[in-house]
Nanobody
Framework: QVQLLESGGGLVQPGGSLRLSCVAA????????MGWYRQAPGTQRELVAD???????NYADSVKGRFTMSRDNAKNTVYLQMNSLKPEDTAVYYC????????????WGQGTQVTVSS
């Protein structure tokens, strides 16, 4: 069973930065597609960014140029560097892992709260 643990959330002022981390247990992030999603109160969970096993990244239009997703295979960890944060970025952020074609199963982390406020 794959387990994902997010960390790095907190309270930050508009224009500030945070870095979220997601450590995977039970698999190697190098063979998984990894993603970051977020969900604000009263809204549907939405994709923020993802990265394939080949290293291709994808970002939501709302975060392009501000957020960067990366992967450290040695640490079995993926990151989301968030810069120039806005109040509308406030949400619970979730890590997601999707296995390769031979093991096409998905897993979710428990989430970490990000609050952007003055």
């Amino acid at each position: 069973q794959v387990q994902l643990l997010e960390s790095g959330g907190g309270l930050v002022q508009p224009g500030g930065s945070l870095r979220l981390s997601c450590v995977a247990a039970g698999t190697s992030v190098s063979i998984y597609t990894m993603g970051w999603y977020r969900q604000a109160p009263g809204t549907q969970r939405e994709l923020v960014a993802d990265i394939t096993s080949s290293g291709i990244t994808n970002y939501a239009d709302s975060v392009k140029g501000r957020f960067t997703m990366s992967r450290d295979n040695a640490k079995n960890t993926v990151y989301l560097q968030m810069n120039s944060l806005k109040p509308e970025d406030t949400a619970v952020y979730y890590c997601y892992a999707l296995g390769p074609r031979t093991q096409p199963k998905g897993y979710w982390g428990q989430g970490t709260q990000v609050t952007v406020s003055s």
